[in-house]
């Protein structure tokens, strides 16, 4: 069974940073899982926001510039650091993972939502002016 709990959420101000951190069981780390953070506004539906694979990394384009995914496969925790944080970044964020047989490579690396089978509870974001 696979396990992804997420952390550091929390409100902020505008043009503040954050960072998520998603805990997973440690079969879910090395080159076979493709990992990703995903959000989701209120009334609306779950986006991809970045995926990292074993050496790729894919953004959304309404985050590029100010969010960084990184993956740390000896402590299995992956993070978003979001800096110059928007009121538009207000969300619940999850993270998720994907195995992929013969590794996670670019064209695996996806952000949409039906890619990845296992999901965290979230962990709320919130921007205010």
């Known amino acids: 069974q696979v396990q992804l709990v997420e952390s550091g959420g929390g409100s902020v101000q505008a043009g503040g940073s954050l960072r998520l951190s998603c805990s997973a069981s440690?079969?879910?780390?090395?080159?076979?899982?493709?990992m990703g953070w995903f959000r989701q506004a209120p009334g609306k539906g779950r986006v991809g926001v970045a995926a990292?694979?074993?050496?790729?990394?894919r953004y959304a384009d309404s985050v590029k510039g100010r969010f960084t995914i990184s993956r740390d496969n000896a402590k299995n925790t992956l993070y978003l650091q979001m800096n110059n944080l928007k009121l538009e970044d207000t969300a619940m964020y999850y993270c998720?993972?994907?195995?992929?047989?013969?590794?996670?490579?670019?064209?695996?690396?996806?952000?949409?939502?039906?890619?990845?089978?296992?999901w965290g509870q979230g962990t709320q974001v919130t921007v205010a002016s």
């Open positions: 440690a079969y879910t780390y090395g080159s076979y899982y493709c």
């Open positions: 998720a993972a994907a195995r992929y047989a013969y590794g996670c490579d670019l064209g695996s690396l996806s952000l949409l939502e039906s890619s990845y089978p296992y």
């Open positions: 990292i694979g074993s050496a790729a990394t």
